[in-house]
């Protein structure tokens, strides 16, 4: 039965929410790729994707730490991965590569993420709602193309607990973007004048990754 957003239901959107925030933040790269090779010192994007993978086994890398440098606590993590995918098991980072993410290493860990399946949601920044009379126009940017989909209502937007595969459900009325890309903008129309509508913002990549924007409110103009 459609109930309206309560307390429970807020909550439940909030956990989808920020799963979500934090898998599209975890990483620049919308790929779990490692692009380069890595040795101690080393810094930046590839380090955190290491280093997020390695921190989600904690036989591999108990202290968990993501912090974008390749310290000493990496590099025997990477030694723990490479005996255990039988690349090497011995010798040093100078010598045998132990403990250094080379070649073998690095294609050894993409395969591990899944070949380069793409794992990040596309983040939508500068949400702008203009509005007219008896309508409104939702714009927004996304880091890689996805489609876009506003939920809208004059009631507070009803939130629904879905599958594994579809997360939350929103219901209220939907309007989704024809084509797929970086700009989005979206016009609703045959709105009722100075009335307070909710709306939440959906982008969607193709490998079906998505995130939800929290469902606020705009009012039409008089």
């Known amino acids: 039965m459609n109930t309206y ?21 975890i990483a620049s790269a919308q790929t779990a790729t490692i692009s380069t090779s890595l040795d101690i010192g080393s810094r930046g994007a590839n380090v955190i994707t290491l280093q997020t993978f390695l921190a989600s086994d904690s036989t591999l890398y108990p202290e968990g730490l993501v912090t974008g440098y390749y310290g000493p606590l990496t590099a025997a993590a990477v030694q723990r991965f490479q005996c255990r995918q039988a690349i090497v098991c011995s010798g040093t980072a100078a010598t045998t590569g132990y403990g250094r993410v080379g070649p073998r290493t690095r294609a050894a860990l993409n395969v591990a993420f899944g070949g380069g399946i ?4 596309p983040r939508i920044t500068n949400l702008v709602v203009s509005t007219t009379t008896n309508g409104a126009t939702l714009t927004w940017f996304t880091n890689e193309s996805a489609r876009g989909t506003v939920y809208f209502s004059s009631s507070p937007l009803p939130i629904f607990e879905g599958s594994a595969s579809t997360g939350a459900v929103v219901g209220g009325q939907v309007m ?30 193709a490998s079906g990754n998505v995130q939800l924007t929290w469902p606020s409110t705009f009012r039409t103009n008089p």
């Open 118 to 121: 793409d794992v990040f949601a």
């Open 176 to 205: 989704i973007e024809p084509s797929v890309g970086f700009s989005h903008s979206l016009a609703l129309s045959g709105l009722a004048s100075n009335t307070l509508y909710f709306y939440a913002v959906k982008s969607e990549d």
């Open 5 to 25: 957003m309560n307390s429970s239901a807020a909550f439940a959107l909030s956990v989808v929410v920020a799963s979500v925030l934090f898998w599209s933040g």
